[in-house]
């Protein structure tokens, strides 16, 4: 088993939908957790970073992390064709090495 | 953009030769990192850096090693390609550990071994 499962894809959704973007972990010990984007044929670059439980909002992006279920979440608002990339979450203990989901391709159609 | 460069972009190789990744910053950042991303698999770390010619391995660093002899270069070498080495291999830098989160990622070397 993975210590990080992240649903592959591809999620398809219109213009102005409400996006939601989830990973699970095994590992209790995780504190650090991260979204990342990726257009294609381009390497990641980092979204969201939140420490340990709780919400953070950044413009149309929302991170959550529910460590009770061990189960973070990225919601995008209002999605644009933009938007069209692939969602990698990521998490690390401390001052460990992250550990990548493998990965969500959006597509947001006009 | 963060100063990141990677050399080669593309590469197609045969199985059994040697192979040099290269990857060069420009952000005087202590941390390097070599990972592997394939279909099913997401970002795979092979080996990192976290100081000039201080260097341990992640979780798939078989077959591969590194060297870091400048702050700003740092090496991924396949002693002998095997075709389970295709791949897009992407170099990160960071200014401090992993717990910030903050990598910064090259624009990835995608190497075909035939």
């Known amino acids: 088993q993975k210590e990080v499962e992240q649903d592959p894809g591809p999620l398809s959704v219109p213009e102005g939908a409400i996006v939601s973007l989830n990973c699970t972990y095994s590992?209790?010990?995780?504190?650090?957790f991260m979204w990342y984007r990726q257009y294609s044929r381009k390497g990641p670059e980092l979204l969201m970073y939140?420490?340990?439980?709780g919400n953070k909002e950044d413009g149309r992006f929302t991170a959550q992390v529910d460590k009770s279920s061990k189960y973070i979440s990225l919601f995008i608002r209002d999605s644009q064709p933009s938007d069209s990339a692939t969602y990698l979450c990521?998490?690390?203990?401390?001052?460990?090495?992250?550990?990548f989901g493998t990965g969500t391709r959006l597509q947001v159609f006009p | 953009d963060a100063g990141i460069t990677q050399s080669p972009r593309h590469k197609v190789t045969e199985t059994g030769t040697p192979v040099t990744l290269r990857c060069h910053q420009t952000?005087?950042?202590?941390?390097m990192y070599w990972y592997r991303q394939d279909p099913g698999h997401g970002l795979r770390l092979i080996h990192y850096?976290?100081?000039?010619?201080?260097?341990d391995k992640g979780e798939v660093s078989d077959g591969y090693s590194v060297s870091r002899s400048k702050t700003e270069d740092f090496l991924l070498t396949l002693e002998s390609a095997t075709s389970s080495q295709t791949s897009v291999y992407f170099c990160?830098?960071?200014?401090?550990?992993?717990?910030?989160?903050?990598?910064?990622f090259g624009e990835g070397s995608r190497l075909t071994v035939l």
């Open positions: 990160a830098i960071s200014e401090r550990d992993a717990s910030t989160g903050e990598l910064f």
């Open positions: 590992n209790s010990a995780f504190q650090y």
């Open positions: 939140t420490y340990s439980s």
């Open positions: 990521a998490m690390t203990r401390s001052t460990d090495k992250l550990i």
């Open positions: 952000e005087n950042h202590r941390y």
């Open positions: 850096s976290y100081g000039v010619k201080d260097t």
